[in-house]
């Protein structure tokens, strides 16, 4: 994760303001079902950014030990949480956490897997979870398609991402999750949804995201048009609307994985 954790300077104020949020009530179901999760268990929540789904393990009771690499999502998260003293800030990354060994009954990741050295990092979570603990890997928002206007957007922000293909061509490392607990235990299950957005949160959402020009950068004007452009051509009563997924995993490994 080293060369990446900067990759969200200078957008945390966007990050914390209009990144979609979890939602309790889709996630800690699944996961109590699944997993047997109690409030009494510790959770690491390891790329935790401004502590978003740190939020969902915190409504549910849990401490949480939120453990981020980058120092302004951080500072972000402490300030954010504030007087909450069930919630600890750490600096760590997901291949070197700094938590001490069969430390956590639950290890969990959000829209931060795909920045992972996900071999190292799996090694690193054997080492802090429990005997039986437990990965949580919960992601939610838009969907790259399901929509003409997800795919338009995209396709708005396809020029600035590595070699032009596309703000998701990292998510496979999704898709290699349950391959990671074979011998061991793997539930699955997406949620499908819709979200309305005006042009200010767009405009948020879209500086909040690792690809997207810094209003700084000689590149942002045009950027900026493009985006107003797209608003202009989708967007009805006022907003736009994006399909969006839930994309909620947990696993363990098996004992002799």
């Given at each position: ?40 268990w510790t959770v690491a929540d390891v790329g935790a950014g401004t502590g978003m789904l740190s939020d969902v393990f915190l409504a549910g009771g849990n401490r ?194």
């Amino acid at each position: 994760m080293g060369e990446n954790v900067e990759k969200f300077t200078g957008r945390v104020a966007a990050y914390a303001e209009y990144r979609e949020r979890y939602d309790p009530m889709i996630v800690l179901p699944r996961l109590r079902d699944w997993c047997g999760l109690q409030p009494a268990w510790t959770v690491a929540d390891v790329g935790a950014g401004t502590g978003m789904l740190s939020d969902v393990f915190l409504a549910g009771g849990n401490r949480v030990i939120a453990v981020e690499p980058n120092a302004e999502m951080r500072e972000a998260c402490v300030r954010l949480h504030e007087g909450n003293a069930a919630l600890t800030v750490v600096n760590g990354t997901a291949e070197a956490t700094g938590l001490e060994d069969a430390s956590v009954e639950m290890l969990s990741v959000g829209r931060a897997l795909h920045w992972f050295d996900l071999d190292s990092a799996m090694r690193e979570f054997r080492r802090v979870l429990k005997p039986e603990g437990w990965i949580a890997v919960v992601a939610f928002g838009r969907s790259k398609d399901g929509r003409k206007e997800n795919e338009a957007y995209e396709e708005v922000l396809r020029p600035y991402t590595v070699n032009g293909r596309g703000t998701h061509a990292e998510y496979t490392k999704y898709e290699r999750l349950k391959d990671l607990f074979v011998g061991g235990e793997f539930c699955h299950e997406e949620v499908r949804g819709e979200i309305q957005i005006g042009w200010e949160a767009l405009r948020g959402f879209t500086l909040s995201l690792s690809h997207a020009p810094l209003p700084e950068s000689a590149e942002f004007r045009a950027f900026e048009e493009k985006l107003r452009e797209y608003f202009a051509q989708h967007e009805e009563n006022g907003s736009v609307t994006l399909a969006t997924r839930y994309w909620i995993n947990a696993g363990r490994f098996g004992t002799h994985g």
